[in-house]
């Protein structure tokens, strides 16, 4: 690379990170209510109460929440698993630390309390859509409640025989309309299916789930979270600017007719065209070699 080209990324480079926001330092990061572990351009989020099986808490909900928010800032991390600890994935909202200061809350007529709750709640879907970085889920075990949704707002989903997720929602008394699974899930697995699993609340298991698209893959026990890491490593040393791109349109074209998400992905692939990756891929295939992509 000439001297001028290298001055003129670093420029770029600069003037991108005075838009940057002061928030998690990814280099540095230091979760307290779960595991974080990054290897090369993959990081692992690990939900870390076995004992329990691993069930979320107001504080791990809303960590959760910021870190995925600000991954959109970390460009060194390229794709993320979320996976638990202890043999299972998640039991959902923790019956002491959340159900029961929620009922406390509806005691008290604190209306505005619980829809501070459910929004916030959604708002860590939300920044799981938004950050640019694909993600998988390693699932074992218990996938119920809230650790279901987790799975389902994951890009794509790796899971075992033995593993059980259900949309537990309606056996507490509340709608199954909770986190986007409404939306979500019947994108994923077909509306009937997902009105079957948020109507009733029972579980399926691996191989229904893979068969019914909840499940890209069944894996052993064992091996769940080392086949979503290497797919996420191989994702990872992909065109990753060209997946982001990918996984927005999937997203902003749910809501979209065929003619508006067919203009949608004309912008976005001319978008990507300008990319260096896309003229690494080109060299690449004259010099009959393999693209070593940078994800710019």
């Known amino acids: 690379m000439s001297d001028v080209a290298t001055a003129r990324n670093a420029q770029v480079t600069d003037t991108a990170a005075r838009f940057r926001p002061t928030r998690v330092d990814f280099e540095h990061f230091e979760p307290r209510h779960f595991l974080w572990q990054v290897e090369g351009a993959v990081a692992t989020v690990?939900?870390?109460?076995?004992?329990?099986?691993?069930?979320?808490?107001?504080?791990?909900?809303?960590?959760?929440?910021d870190m995925f928010r600000d991954l959109?800032?970390?460009?060194?991390?390229?794709?993320?698993?979320?996976?638990?600890?202890?043999?299972?994935?998640c039991s959902g909202g923790d019956v002491h630390d959340i159900i029961g200061p929620l009922v406390e809350m509806q005691r008290n007529g604190d209306m505005a309390g619980l829809l501070a709750f459910t929004r916030m709640t959604g708002d860590l879907v939300k920044a799981m859509r938004a950050c640019p970085q694909l993600i998988i889920a390693a699932i074992d075990g218990v996938c119920a409640g809230a650790g279901a949704i987790l799975a389902m707002a994951s890009d794509m989903r790796y899971g075992t025989q033995r593993s059980k997720v259900a949309f537990l929602f309606v056996r507490v008394g509340l709608a199954g309309a909770d986190m986007g699974a409404c939306n979500i899930l019947p994108r994923i697995i077909g509306a009937g299916r997902a009105a079957e699993l948020l109507y009733t609340g029972r579980s399926m298991d691996g191989a229904e789930a893979e068969r019914w698209g909840f499940y890209n893959k069944l894996c052993e026990p064992d091996d769940v979270?080392?086949?979503?890491?290497?797919?996420?490593?191989?994702?990872?040393?992909?065109?990753?600017?060209?997946?982001?791109?990918?996984?927005?349109?999937?997203?902003?074209?749910?809501?979209?007719?065929?003619?508006?998400?067919?203009?949608?992905?004309?912008?976005?692939?001319?978008?990507?065209?300008?990319?260096?990756?896309?003229?690494?891929?080109?060299?690449?295939?004259?010099?009959?070699?393999?693209?070593?992509?940078?994800?710019?």
Not at 72 to 89: C, D, E, H, L, R
Not at 240 to 247: E, L, N, W, Y
């Open 46 to 65: 690990t939900l870390n109460r076995p004992e329990r099986k691993n069930p979320l808490t107001l504080e791990s909900y809303s960590e959760l929440r």
């Open 225 to 296: 979270l080392a086949q979503a890491q290497a797919l996420a490593k191989s994702l990872a040393e992909g065109p990753t600017f060209g997946h982001a791109m990918t996984k927005r349109c999937i997203h902003q074209e749910w809501s979209m007719g065929i003619d508006d998400s067919i203009e949608a992905e004309a912008q976005a692939q001319a978008i990507c065209m300008q990319t260096k990756d896309y003229e690494r891929a080109y060299e690449a295939f004259v010099a009959k070699t393999r693209p070593v992509f940078e994800g710019n």
């Open 72 to 89: 959109t800032y970390a460009q060194s991390i390229k794709t993320v698993v979320i996976t638990g600890a202890g043999g299972n994935f």
